[in-house]
């Protein structure tokens, strides 16, 4: 069963974990530390099952309800627990691998004290559209104005992803702000997605400067 076909089987009942600073991106990792109890719970019982975990963002304003249930934003994306180290006082260290975008359609009922939702999945359709190669040419500019093993490791990945996923993998690695990334997150439309990721990596790429003839920039 592929990471997909394991996302697709549990999509009536699907482990929410809402974490205003992180945004997962398919395709991505990101590393958690598990702390509170009802996350530690949400864990567990994922580890002992499907291991499928959504990532999702809070509506502004949650702040004074963080302990209760605040609004979620309706688009998240869904992963699997692909690695965990089980700590003291039943905390974790989790990495989740992003699978696919998803909106969440409707919470269920809290039968658990962490948050559980209906949602459906939205996979990207194939693209391979001139604005693919356009992104991996910008990154090709970003990794001679930064050269080091993190620019060669991305140009490495970007030589194989297609149409979203390069999007995503590149935004993943470039894009730090976190209202950014949702926004990101919620491009639904390939082509416009990735001409959004490469504005991005464009203006990063004028602010390092340009390359001088060792390859640093000036």
Excluded at 17 to 30: K, N, R, W, Y
Excluded at 41 to 46: C, K, L
Excluded at 73 to 78: K, M, S
């Amino acid at each position: 069963m592929s990471l997909l076909e394991r996302v697709q089987s549990t999509v009536s009942a699907v482990k929410i974990f809402p974490l205003p600073s992180v945004v997962l991106f398919p395709g991505a990792a990101v590393p958690l530390h598990i702390f509170e109890p009802r996350y530690r719970q949400m864990v567990r019982e994922s580890l002992a099952g499907d291991r499928v975990l959504a990532l999702a963002q809070l509506v502004p304003g949650w702040e004074g309800d963080y302990q209760g249930r605040p609004p979620m934003r309706p688009l998240c994306c869904v992963g699997v627990i692909g690695w965990h180290e089980v700590l003291d006082e039943g905390r974790f260290n989790v990495i989740v691998q992003g699978v696919v975008r998803a909106r969440i359609l409707e919470e269920r009922s809290p039968e658990a004290p962490y948050r559980v939702a209906r949602v459906s999945p939205l996979p990207d359709a194939p693209f391979e559209g001139a604005e693919v190669e356009a992104l991996r040419r910008a990154l090709f500019d970003l990794a001679t104005r930064a050269p080091g093993e993190g620019s060669r490791s991305l140009l490495q990945l970007a030589m194989h992803a297609q149409g979203g996923g390069l999007a995503d993998l590149v935004a993943s690695a470039t894009v730090g702000e976190v209202q950014r990334r949702q926004e990101l997150l919620e491009m639904l439309e390939v082509p416009a997605r990735l001409r959004s990721v490469l504005s991005d990596v464009s203006e990063l790429a004028a602010r390092l400067g340009t390359p001088g003839p060792d390859g640093a920039p000036n």
